[in-house]
């Protein structure tokens, strides 16, 4: 099932966003800070079969037009809100990575009454700077994006792992095409914390993490998990950091049992 684009006009601007499927509960997934909806599409066409799909590009990113650059995360998390209230959503899951993982907190703890479940993927804290809390990962990340595009290979390999670069070549292309850092807003948005700890969080939350990610390591999804009163967690052995694309599969079928309150462990 493909899906076509949509724009929600929003206070300053055209959100584009994708559907999938129109039967089923409803999930918004909010994707990281260099990617775009698209990431989204192969667990979108898993999920479709039993959940009706949302997924959106943030301002600044995809097709979305219009609006300056956030300032905040807190732009963001607004931007988030807007959408649901405009699509006429309530009361539905919503699933952020990476660093759409940090709006999806926000949005649990400033809109919870739009939220009937929060899952996220590696992804970490508000209140917790990644550079600190992984200093070697983060300084490797740099070294390998300064040296772009020369490093494309194994930057691509820290988020994807070896394996599936090898099967998906044009990540490599994807990677040496990006120059030095990316998008200097966005870089800053990635390194801002804000006072919004989990603990703050009072719906129902899944945290899923791969076992192999050097971008977000594990640790710091199981200390978050430990912040997070009745959540849930789950370690994907073998996966990375782009586990909903990587390991999209695996990531749905653990979504569609949370969503059921199936087989899911504290």
């Given at each position: 099932m493909n899906s076509i684009t949509r724009l929600a006009q929003l206070r300053d601007t055209q959100t584009a966003y994708s559907q999938y499927g129109d039967a089923g509960p409803p999930i918004l997934l909010i994707h990281g800070a260099e990617a775009t909806r698209s990431s989204f599409e192969e667990?979108?066409?898993?999920?479709?079969?039993?959940?009706?799909?949302?997924?959106?590009?943030?301002?600044?990113?995809?097709?979305?037009?219009?609006?300056?650059?956030?300032?905040?995360?807190?732009?963001?998390?607004?931007?988030?809100?807007?959408?649901?209230?405009?699509?006429?959503?309530?009361?539905?899951?919503?699933?952020?990575?990476?660093?759409?993982?940090?709006?999806?907190?926000?949005?649990?703890?400033?809109?919870?009454?739009?939220?009937?479940?929060l899952i996220l993927c590696n992804t970490w804290p508000l209140d917790v700077e990644l550079e600190v809390a992984n200093v070697n990962g983060v300084a490797r990340l740099h070294v390998l994006r300064t040296g772009l595009p020369a490093t494309a290979r194994p930057l691509a390999e820290a988020y994807y792992g070896a394996d599936y670069v090898a099967r998906h070549p044009d990540l490599i292309t994807r990677f040496a095409q990006r120059t030095g850092n990316g998008s200097k807003e966005r870089t800053k948005l990635v390194r801002t914390t804000h006072p919004l700890p989990p603990q703050l969080i009072a719906v129902p939350t899944l945290?899923?993490?791969?076992?192999?990610?050097?971008?977000?390591?594990?640790?710091?999804?199981?200390?978050?998990?430990?912040?997070?009163?009745?959540?849930?967690?789950?370690?994907?052995?073998?996966?990375?950091?782009?586990?909903?694309?990587?390991?999209?599969a695996e990531v749905a079928s653990w979504v569609k049992a949370f969503v059921q309150r199936e087989g899911i462990a504290q």
């Open positions: 667990i979108s066409q898993i999920l479709c079969g039993s959940m009706t799909v949302y997924s959106y590009d943030q301002r600044q990113c995809g097709e979305t037009r219009g609006g300056v650059s956030p300032s905040s995360v807190i732009d963001l998390i607004d931007d988030a809100a807007q959408l649901l209230e405009e699509l006429g959503l309530k009361k539905l899951t919503v699933l952020g990575t990476s660093f759409g993982g940090r709006i999806a907190q926000g949005l649990a703890i400033y809109r919870p009454q739009l939220m009937e479940r945290l899923i993490s791969g076992s192999e990610d050097v971008v977000v390591p594990m640790q710091i999804m199981h200390e978050m998990h430990a912040r997070i009163a009745g959540s849930c967690m789950v370690d994907i052995q073998g996966g990375h950091h782009a586990i909903t694309i990587e390991r999209a």
